[in-house]
């Protein structure tokens, strides 16, 4: 069992930056793949940004390339999401998620949400324009 603990929300200006970062319980987390996710109110979860269990690898949605950047620390049990220039249309909730590592470099399946078992409860990020 595993489970997430996001921080880091709030309001923020367009152009601005905020810090997401969630931590994770649980003696197997360098074993799991971990994803950001999100969902604008009347949206669909859609999915952001994701890293291998060992960091090498990451993938992201095309409209956050370059902007958005995830990193994680299997030491400590955290993933990291930093997003920078934000926009009005990056308001949403952000769930972190974590799954089972079996992707094997194939970056679709880091970008189905049904391949993550555990949710955190999500973090507002709100981007004024």
């Known amino acids: 069992q595993v489970q997430l603990v996001e921080s880091g929300g709030g309001l923020v200006q367009a152009g601005g930056s905020l810090r997401l970062s969630c931590a994770a319980s649980?003696?197997?987390?360098?074993?799991?793949?971990m994803g950001w996710f999100r969902q604008a109110p009347g949206q669909d979860r859609e999915f952001v940004a994701a890293?291998?269990?060992?960091?090498?690898?990451?993938y992201y949605t095309d409209s956050v390339k370059g902007r958005f950047t995830i990193s994680r620390d299997n030491a400590k049990h955290t993933v990291t999401l930093q997003m920078n220039s934000l926009k009005p249309e990056d308001t949403a909730v952000y769930y972190c998620?974590?799954?089972?590592?079996?992707?094997?470099?194939?970056?679709?399946?880091?970008?189905?949400?049904?391949?993550?078992?555990?949710w955190g409860q999500g973090t507002q990020v709100t981007v004024s324009s």
């Open positions: 998620a974590a799954g089972w590592d079996r992707g094997q470099g194939d970056g679709s399946y880091y970008r189905r949400s049904s391949n993550y078992a555990y």
């Open positions: 649980g003696r197997t987390f360098s074993s799991y793949a």
């Open positions: 890293i291998i269990w060992s960091g090498s690898s990451t």
